[in-house]
């Protein structure tokens, strides 16, 4: 199993951007899927982005195509998240998480991700 550690969370202003590591220990971090998720007060848990191992597929939610950009450096065990052109809405904790090699169309169901991290908070001012 793998234990995750989020970090670049924190306050900023509508339209700024943040950029949101997650790194990994453990073995064999390149096999594993990895996504981020996150959960605004009172909603439920929501998938934001997803990469394949190889760094060859990534996947969205319509809420931040086009302004979120997900990445992974398999050298450094580490999962990005960069976020461009915030927006309050956006304003939540955020979790990355660990799934095994290949999860085809389940990449946004969040029960099928092995490893949770401890989740950041971002938050989004007006």
């Known amino acids: 199993q793998?234990?995750?550690?989020e970090s670049g969370g924190g306050l900023v202003q509508a339209g700024g951007s943040l950029r949101l590591s997650c790194a990994a220990s453990g073995r064999s971090f390149s096999t594993y899927t990895?996504?981020?998720f996150r959960q605004a007060p009172g909603k439920e848990r929501e998938f934001v982005a997803h990469i394949s191992w190889s760094s060859v597929n990534t996947y969205y939610a319509d809420s931040v195509k086009g302004r979120f950009t997900i990445s992974r450096d398999n050298a450094k065990n580490t999962v990005y998240l960069q976020m461009n052109s915030l927006k309050p809405?956006?304003?939540a904790v955020y979790y990355c998480a660990a799934g095994p090699h290949y999860l085809g169309s389940d990449y946004?169901?969040?029960e099928r991700y092995n490893s949770w991290g401890q989740g950041i908070q971002v938050t989004v001012s007006s």
Do not use: N
Request: hydrophobic share 40%.
């Open 89 to 91: 809405e956006d304003t």
């Open 34 to 36: 990895m996504g981020w």
């Open 108 to 110: 946004y169901r969040g």
């Open 2 to 5: 793998v234990q995750l550690v």
